[in-house]
């Protein structure tokens, strides 16, 4: 119950953009590069899960304090990608924004969530946000599962027409995210040079 009422405070972003669309505000490019994200995400996680929703939808959480996102599932099983309108402001192009939702998306399509919850009591943490402890859980199996998500999100965002070599430098200019890492998360040097030697 907690993620549904979560759900209801967001705003969901139907992906209305097309490419070409002239880019006014964040807001517009955020719908533009959901627009594009979505159709690819999908068709990698059809490929990679069998039984699980691939039916992605994307939030934005307007008052959230903090730049930040987060994945999750909602009670019907479908996965949900929220970022908070704080970390939209402090994007300056589309492949930053494009970083954040792919690597929320791969996630997902990694099963991360089960994986980080399996040795956890039931309900568990059902999310995995860019900053902090996400989870419920620490150390090795977060770290990598935060380099396969960039790696994956990475493929993904270029295959929808993104750059992630800068999209990855939107971490070094996310407040709240230390550049040497975290319990939780690689340093910004590991994770650039992780989307670097895909070579894409
Ligand atoms: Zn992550």
């Given at each position: 119950m907690r993620i549904v009422r979560a759900v209801l405070a967001l705003i969901l972003l139907a992906a209305t953009a097309h490419p070409g669309a002239a880019q006014s505000s964040r807001q517009e490019v955020l719908l533009y590069v959901v627009g594009m994200i979505e159709p690819v995400a999908e068709a990698e996680c059809r490929r990679r899960l069998?039984?699980?929703?691939?039916d992605f939808q994307f939030f934005v959480e307007?008052?959230?304090?903090?730049a930040n996102a987060y994945q999750s599932i909602d009670d019907h099983g479908r996965p949900i990608v929220v970022v908070s309108q704080r970390l939209v402001q402090q994007a300056r192009t589309a492949d930053d924004l494009a970083f954040v939702l792919s690597h929320e998306a791969a996630h997902h399509m990694l099963r991360h969530l089960d994986r980080l919850n399996a040795?956890?009591?039931?309900?568990?943490?059902r999310t995995l946000p860019?900053?902090?402890?996400?989870?419920g859980s620490a150390g090795t199996s977060a770290r990598t599962f935060e380099l396969e998500a960039d790696r994956l999100g990475a493929r993904i965002m270029a295959r929808a027409g993104f750059d992630p070599n800068l999209g990855v430098r939107f971490l070094s200019r996310l407040?709240?995210?230390?550049s040497q890492g975290t319990a939780t998360h690689p340093s910004h040097a590991e994770r650039a040079a992780a989307v670097a030697a895909l070579g894409l």
């Amino acid at each position: 119950m907690r993620i549904v009422r979560a759900v209801l405070a967001l705003i969901l972003l139907a992906a209305t953009a097309h490419p070409g669309a002239a880019q006014s505000s964040r807001q517009e490019v955020l719908l533009y590069v959901v627009g594009m994200i979505e159709p690819v995400a999908e068709a990698e996680c059809r490929r990679r899960l069998s039984g699980g929703s691939c039916d992605f939808q994307f939030f934005v959480e307007p008052n959230a304090r903090t730049a930040n996102a987060y994945q999750s599932i909602d009670d019907h099983g479908r996965p949900i990608v929220v970022v908070s309108q704080r970390l939209v402001q402090q994007a300056r192009t589309a492949d930053d924004l494009a970083f954040v939702l792919s690597h929320e998306a791969a996630h997902h399509m990694l099963r991360h969530l089960d994986r980080l919850n399996a040795g956890l009591a039931a309900g568990g943490d059902r999310t995995l946000p860019m900053l902090g402890a996400g989870g419920g859980s620490a150390g090795t199996s977060a770290r990598t599962f935060e380099l396969e998500a960039d790696r994956l999100g990475a493929r993904i965002m270029a295959r929808a027409g993104f750059d992630p070599n800068l999209g990855v430098r939107f971490l070094s200019r996310l407040p709240g995210i230390p550049s040497q890492g975290t319990a939780t998360h690689p340093s910004h040097a590991e994770r650039a040079a992780a989307v670097a030697a895909l070579g894409l």
